[in-house]
Every structure is written in structure tokens, then in C-alpha cells.
């Protein structure tokens, strides 16, 4: 018998720079509709640029990111960040889970982590937007208790593509 793995969902540190732009192009790679930027965007960033962003992120009450990490490759991301507009909502953006540790349970994890951190912030409410039609991720949010608004939104960077809304308590 197999042990079962585990991962450590925690906010992100400085010193995960590296392990973060793995993640990030494995991200783009893997899911290329679900982000605001291509691989080859992503890639071509230096690393400086990865490790401003993630000590930027790492501490304070507008934007933070939270990784699965299973002391090794970081296997799972997810941010979120104060809406400018809605005084109390945090909006989820950057979701990833890994292939092989999809139904592990590391999704609710991280969508845990940024909840707590949102309230803990003062915002009790989540918002998150899912391309139109990605019916694997938009089942998986819906058994983590989001629901759908009705509101649909282009997409940022493809013109015929739609995103659904999604909210929950933080």
C-alpha cells in the first residue's frame, strides 16, 4: 500500500521564486485559456521580475498567493486580491492544481487559504470567473460552494471567448 501524499498549502515566500516560475509555466503550459498571459510571455520574464512579484505578494492585505508545496516542485497555486470596486470581496484569480494531485483534495486547500487570508483582511465574500464551456473546473468550484451569478464577461485576451462569475462566502 501506497502512503498518501501530502502538500503544505501555505502563503508564499520570497525564497519560492524559482519553484513559482516552474509552477507558472507548467500553468500556462497546461491550461493556456485560463490565464492572463502565454508561456512565452511568462518565459521570456526574468528572474528578478518572478522574484519582485513573489516578494511582493508575500506579506500584506491586497494580493496574495498561496502554493501547495510537497517539499519539492510546488504543485498547486492559487491568489486572490482586494476588488477595488467591492469593498468586501476578494477576487480568486491564477487557480492550478497539477495533473497528478487533481482530486487530492489540494483545490479546497488552497481556495481554503486564500478564504481565511480574505477574511482575516476584513472581506467576507469570494468571486472568481471561469471560461465559458470548462466544465471540469466549473463542477469543481461548484462542489467547493461557489455559485453561478449569471454574469458573464469577455474574456481578457480572446475576444470570442466568455467568462461565467462565481461567488461564495469567504
Keep these: 500500500?501506497?502512503?498518501?501524499?501530502?502538500?503544505?498549502?501555505?502563503?508564499?515566500?520570497?525564497?519560492?521564486?524559482?519553484?513559482?516560475?516552474?509552477?507558472?509555466?507548467?500553468?500556462?503550459?497546461d491550461s493556456p485559456l485560463a490565464f492572463l498571459e502565454t508561456v512565452a510571455e511568462a518565459a521570456a520574464r526574468p528572474h528578478a521580475a518572478y522574484a519582485?512579484?513573489?516578494?511582493?505578494?508575500?506579506?500584506?492585505?491586497?494580493?496574495?498567493?498561496?502554493?501547495?508545496?510537497?517539499?519539492?516542485?510546488?504543485?498547486?497555486?492559487?491568489?486572490?486580491?482586494?476588488?477595488?470596486?467591492?469593498?468586501?470581496?476578494?477576487?480568486?484569480?491564477?487557480?492550478?492544481?497539477?495533473?497528478?494531485?487533481?482530486?487530492?483534495?489540494?483545490?479546497?486547500?488552497?481556495?481554503?487559504?486564500?478564504?481565511?487570508?480574505?477574511?482575516?483582511?476584513?472581506r467576507p465574500e469570494l468571486m472568481l470567473e471561469v471560461v465559458v464551456g470548462n466544465d471540469r473546473a466549473y463542477r469543481a468550484y461548484q462542489r467547493l460552494g461557489f455559485v453561478d451569478t449569471g454574469v458573464r464577461v469577455p474574456h481578457p485576451r480572446i475576444p470570442t471567448l466568455r467568462e461565467l462569475q462565481m461567488r461564495r462566502p469567504a
Design 1 to 29: 500500500m501506497t502512503a498518501p501524499r501530502t502538500a503544505t498549502v501555505r502563503r508564499v515566500r520570497p525564497e519560492d521564486a524559482a519553484r513559482m516560475r516552474a509552477l507558472r509555466l507548467e500553468m500556462l503550459a
Design 52 to 122: 519582485a512579484r513573489i516578494a511582493a505578494v508575500a506579506h500584506g492585505t491586497e494580493t496574495a498567493q498561496f502554493v501547495a508545496d510537497p517539499g519539492g516542485r510546488l504543485v498547486g497555486h492559487a491568489g486572490g486580491s482586494a476588488s477595488p470596486g467591492e469593498p468586501g470581496l476578494t477576487v480568486i484569480h491564477a487557480v492550478y492544481v497539477t495533473p497528478s494531485w487533481r482530486g487530492s483534495g489540494l483545490l479546497g486547500a488552497l481556495l481554503d487559504e486564500v478564504a481565511a487570508w480574505s477574511r482575516a483582511c476584513g
